[in-house]
């Protein structure tokens, strides 16, 4: 049981790893957080949140894999190698992949006027929620461009 509880606490740390070190990976969490935060102005479905929830993981599992790919190759391949910049841009691909599949569904759920006039009456009905958006918006790029880890790799 305690190699099993373990290995949340390893997950944990690769997570940790990836926030601190990895300004893509904020980029994405980031994302999620905005689109998690306008969803229910959408009125979306069980089955398109399940959609949404998915399509979220994907892309932040395949960010999360693309940085494990990076430092494995770094590890066993010091200097430049052709295959060591494959594996790096095959993992790289996929995270566009997913990134792209990612707008994909954005679009198809979020393509919706309502949902958009009821976030803009909710945003306007109270200026200080404008305001807070702002914040929040200044916050998550303060994140993404200052959330790193200023040490080596």
Same mark, same amino acid.
């Given at each position: 049981? !305690?190699?099993? @509880?373990?290995?949340? *606490?390893? &997950?944990?740390?690769?997570?940790?790893?990836?926030?601190?070190?990895?300004?893509?990976?904020?980029?994405? @969490?980031?994302?999620?957080?905005? =689109?998690?935060? +306008?969803?229910?102005?959408?009125? /979306?479905?069980?089955?398109?949140?399940? &959609?949404?929830?998915?399509?979220? #993981?994907?892309v +932040?599992?395949?960010?999360?894999?693309?940085? $494990? *790919?990076?430092? #494995? *190759?770094?590890?066993?391949?010091?200097?430049?190698?052709?295959?060591?910049?494959?594996?790096?841009? %095959?993992?790289?691909?996929?995270?566009?992949?997913?990134?792209?599949? $990612? =707008?994909?569904?954005? +679009? $198809? /759920?979020?393509?919706?006027? %309502?949902?958009?006039? %009821?976030l803009?009456?909710?945003?306007?009905?109270?200026?200080?929620? /404008?305001? *807070?958006?702002?914040?929040?918006? %200044? @916050?998550?790029?303060?994140? +993404? @461009?200052?959330?790193?880890? !200023?040490?080596? !790799?």
């Amino acid at each position: 049981m !305690k190699g099993f @509880l373990m290995g949340f *606490v390893y &997950a944990g740390r690769g997570l940790w790893f990836c926030l601190r070190h990895e300004r893509n990976f904020r980029i994405h @969490l980031s994302a999620a957080a905005a =689109v998690l935060g +306008i969803a229910p102005f959408f009125h /979306l479905s069980r089955g398109e949140w399940a &959609a949404l929830l998915l399509t979220l #993981a994907l892309v +932040i599992g395949a960010e999360a894999l693309n940085t $494990a *790919v990076e430092q #494995a *190759v770094d590890l066993a391949s010091p200097g430049r190698h052709p295959k060591a910049r494959a594996a790096k841009d %095959a993992a790289a691909g996929a995270v566009l992949v997913c990134a792209a599949a $990612a =707008v994909g569904v954005g +679009i $198809a /759920l979020f393509s919706r006027p %309502a949902g958009w006039a %009821a976030l803009a009456a909710f945003l306007l009905d109270r200026p200080w929620r /404008l305001a *807070v958006l702002l914040l929040l918006a %200044a @916050l998550a790029l303060w994140f +993404i @461009l200052g959330g790193g880890a !200023k040490d080596e !790799k």
